[in-house]
């Protein structure tokens, strides 16, 4: 047989045995199909394992990106040794397996994933963690596939607060794994002279092997797994503050001064959470004014503007007029000096409506209002 008839395949010492395989996958409409030896013997039946070697060797040489890594490591061996067992493959074996290949692909409806471990990746956030953690000890899997996979998905401020609580030498490999963008803001998250030394510790990582980085992966996602379920989403400080930006401005003020007589680090963080009418030309990016006067109701803005006498209120009415068009600011202006006094309970329920539109333009991400760094600047 010609070598331009022939898909090359690496050779191996050995005969012509594919491997003791105890169930061939037989070739559909081809019966017992062989391979011809290259010595010309009789021909030998193709394993399933032997057309996976051949599938994966045609898709290698057409240049496909094969995630093979990503197989269980016995899967891999298997294969591995398999492939160093073939020699040749005619062009009408290769065709056939291609072809069988491609009608499998075709009939294909749905997949499932493969085993305990790949289940449970798929039902991620659906089943509780209780559940998910029993069956892995159930089953003795593996608590994760890919553990920098899940690490990667953290938010900047929890790697950051990873990195600090492990050596200088883990965290370089941490930063090192993770992409570019999210490194940065790790970085940027950590202070200064922690940041220098996990940054010059990556100069060090040069002989690290696989082992030890997937051992690194394992030991942090298994301490951000540990961690328990929390039953609020928000920090006490967001929940507090978020309460008494409902609340009138005098019951707010009463507690907000218990609060810094208590604990004045707590009361920071509730003062920091609360959002009023006063602190909207503080926190609120002029661009974004548009995007409020859309969801809001002319008269409660106008309500609002006339009701507002303190200094910060009457701050916050001037950036909004200023910020919003020409026209509707006129007109609201008009209607403001038209309005005359309003009543303390009128203005206060107007402050809210407005303060609780911004609010939802946050929460659902709109809108982003400035942080206390840019405010320094």
């Known amino acids: 047989m010609q070598d331009d008839q022939m898909l090359a395949l690496p050779m191996a010492t050995g005969g012509n045995d594919f491997g003791d395989f105890s169930a061939p996958a037989p070739m559909g409409g081809m019966g017992g199909m062989g391979m011809d030896s290259p010595m010309g013997g009789s021909p030998v039946k193709l394993s399933g394992k032997a057309k996976a070697a051949i599938v994966v060797r045609l898709l290698l040489n057409e240049g496909a990106d094969i995630p093979i890594e990503e197989l269980p490591d016995e899967l891999q061996m298997e294969l591995t040794q398999q492939m160093g067992k073939m020699r040749l493959v005619d062009r009408e074996t290769l065709y056939a397996v291609a072809s069988e290949f491609a009608e499998m692909l075709d009939n294909v409806g749905l997949t499932f994933p493969n085993g305990l471990a790949g289940a449970l990746t798929a039902m991620d956030g659906k089943i509780s963690r209780l559940t998910a953690s029993r069956l892995r000890k159930e089953a003795g899997v593996r608590q994760f596939g890919n553990p920098w996979d899940r ?9 950051a607060s990873l990195a600090e609580a492990e050596s200088t030498e883990v965290a370089a490999v941490l930063l090192s794994k993770l992409e570019t963008a999210k490194a940065a803001q790790m970085l940027a998250a950590l202070p200064g002279p922690v940041a220098r030394r996990i940054a010059y510790a990556v100069s060090h990582t040069g002989n690290v092997t696989p082992e030890t980085v997937d051992r690194i992966g394992l030991s942090l996602a298994a301490q951000v797994e540990a961690r328990p379920d929390l039953a609020f989403d928000s920090s006490p ?49 002029p661009l974004d004014v548009p995007k409020l006067m859309r969801v809001l109701a002319q008269p409660d803005l106008v309500t609002a503007i006339a009701f507002a006498t303190d200094e910060d209120d009457v701050a916050t009415s001037e950036f909004l007029l200023d910020n919003m068009s020409n026209r509707m600011a006129t007109n609201i202006r008009e209607e ?12 206060e329920a107007a402050f809210g409506l407005i303060v609780s539109a911004m609010r939802d333009l946050v929460t659902s991400g709109e809108i982003e209002l400035k942080t206390d760094d840019d405010e320094d600047e």
């Open 237 to 285: 400080g967001q929940r507090v503050g978020a309460i008494l930006t409902e609340a009138a401005a005098a019951k707010r003020d009463e507690v907000l001064t218990a609060l810094e007589e208590e604990d004045q680090e707590f009361a920071t963080d509730v003062r920091k959470a609360i959002y009023t009418y006063s602190l909207i030309a503080q926190r609120m990016q």
């Open 336 to 347: 403001v000096a038209e309005r005359g006094k309003v009543k303390k309970s009128d203005g």
């Open 151 to 159: 690490l990667k998905q953290l938010p900047p401020e929890d790697l």
